[in-house]
């Protein structure tokens, strides 16, 4: 379910749709440097990550959810741990979570979209090395 073919794995580990090997952004996310630029060809199956001019425009409704997602994850933290921080302290410690995931979610969500799109392939996947 987790390990290499589910499209989990590729999400996760930022690693090519196709086949699971070859790394999907030139650098790690907080690199901020190159901060989440996808590579041009995946460097194990060549896959060309860019189908299209502003491919990566649509992962920004990935983004947003996956944002809405960790706030929420936050709030129900904040929440079964007691802490009684008031409206303002809860919305400062999802402001800060969010400004601090931020490189994550931006790469996450360039992956989540690229999985949209490729699939796994067994066959290719197997002859890479």
């Not at 709030?75 to 999802?94: H, K, Q, S």
Request: glycine letters at 10%.
């Amino acid at each position: 379910m987790f390990g290499k073919g589910s499209k989990l794995y590729s999400i996760v580990f930022l690693k090519c749709p196709r086949c699971h090997q070859g790394a999907f952004l030139q650098s790690h996310p907080y690199d901020l440097a190159s901060m989440n630029r996808v590579r041009e060809t995946c460097p194990k199956c060549q896959l060309k990550y860019r189908i299209e001019p502003s491919f990566y425009y649509g992962s920004m409704y990935v983004s947003y959810g996956v944002g809405v997602a960790v706030a929420i994850a936050v709030f129900v933290i904040i929440l079964l741990t007691g802490l009684e921080l008031g409206v303002g302290g809860i919305f400062g410690v999802i402001v800060a979570v969010l400004v601090l995931l931020m490189p994550w979610i931006g790469a996450v969500s360039k992956s989540i979209w690229a999985n949209f799109f490729f699939k796994f392939d067994r066959e290719i996947a197997r002859d890479v090395k």
